[in-house]
């Protein structure tokens, strides 16, 4: 277990002697503890245990020769190599490694520390799992989870991101970009969610219930003022469609012009729906009215809609842990949502971005790196 045993044998029979004669140990003997601690073939803290010194002790002996020089000039290093250190190990390792368990008997299809070992012994090598863990380490290998990407398959994708950015980094004071989407339809009925528990509390939801109803929203963000203005729908379609466009334009008849932003669906690119904006607009060249603009998101892209990080935001703070006992009380409870969201960003102007509403997971801006749809509150 040592390189010599001979000179465990004659330190032990020293450190007895010292122990009962009650003096302390001189610092030729620290000296020499230490530097057969460090030229063992063992562990330090294996070393340790037989020859009976606390680590602590060892350590501060360690330090205080390392200053006075003393461990270098008076022994030379020990030849033994590191386990993991080896070069025909590093390589068995990494010949097991890269290979699919399967090859080896094993129902997996990534390594786990105890079939890497088994496979490794079945090689003719016997490799602690320590060691295992640092040559891989030591090759930069980390145990990683795949994360899932984000991604578009319309071939236009690129040229209508850079649309919309350059629509909104040019975006005048008379002018507003709306981020547009609906939410739901969702039963109204108990939901579960995470919450603080007493002690000996359980918190538990039935899985069947009998619905209250059910609810669909239509609403539209303001880029630049951070409005929300909602209503509800039976269902989603062009009409609905053409109803939230006539409130937009009442509502925001100070501006010259509005860009519609919102995903492929089918009732987002009707022709009838298109019908009426170039009504609108045709109008507008003649009275001088507000005049609208499409700035379609990529088709399946909807994580790019900035209004769905509000959706996430209102359902965590409202819907999740609810148990509304109406669609009365349920649209109660969200229009109080967004009226005091509305009025705070009357109260502190600030464009979609950086700081939100309080319950909003992700920063209300037009960011492709971003997921605003956040699943975990849809």
Known sequence: ????????????????????????????????????VEQAEIPIIHALSIIGVSRTSFYRWRQKCNENYQISSQHEKSSYIK???????????????HSPPSQYGFNRTTWRMDDLQQAIEREGSSVGKHAIRKVIKGAGFRWL?????????????????????????????NEGFFSIDEYGPFAVKQKPGKKLVGPGELFTVPQWQKSKGKLIMTA??????????????????????????DILLSEYTHYDRIFLSWDAASWHISKKLFEKIESNNVMANITGSTRVEVAP???????????????????????HN????????????????????????????????????????SSTQFNESQNCKDPRYR
């Not at 122990?19 to 530097?35: C, M, P």
């Not at 386990?83 to 490694?97: H, P």
């Not at 994360?147 to 980094?169: C, F, H, M, W």
């Open 1 to 36: 277990m040592v390189s010599k045993l001979e000179t465990l044998d004659r330190y032990i029979k020293c450190l007895h002697s010292d122990l009962q004669s009650g003096s302390r140990f001189s610092t030729i003997t620290k000296t020499e503890i230490v530097n057969f």
């Open 83 to 97: 386990i993991y250190e080896r070069v025909e190990v590093k390589e068995l390792v990494f010949k097991v490694f």
């Open 297 to 319: 998101l990529p088709a399946g892209a909807q994580f790019l809609n900035v209004i769905e990080a509000i959706f996430s935001g209102m359902s965590r703070a409202i819907i």
């Open 220 to 245: 539209a963000l303001e880029l630049s003022t951070n409005q929300v203005t909602h209503f509800y729908s039976e269902k989603k379609d062009t009409e609905e469609m053409i109803k939230l466009l």
């Open 145 to 173: 989870k795949a994360k899932k990407v984000l991604t578009s398959k319309d071939p236009e994708y690129r040229v209508k991101l850079n649309n919309i950015q350059a629509i909104l980094g040019g975006l005048k004071k």
């Open 322 to 361: 609810s148990n509304y006992q109406s669609i009365k009380e349920a649209k109660a409870a969200i229009d109080r949502y967004f009226e005091e969201r509305n009025q705070y960003f009357l109260d502190n102007p600030k464009k979609a971005g950086k700081k939100i509403w309080g319950q909003e997971p």
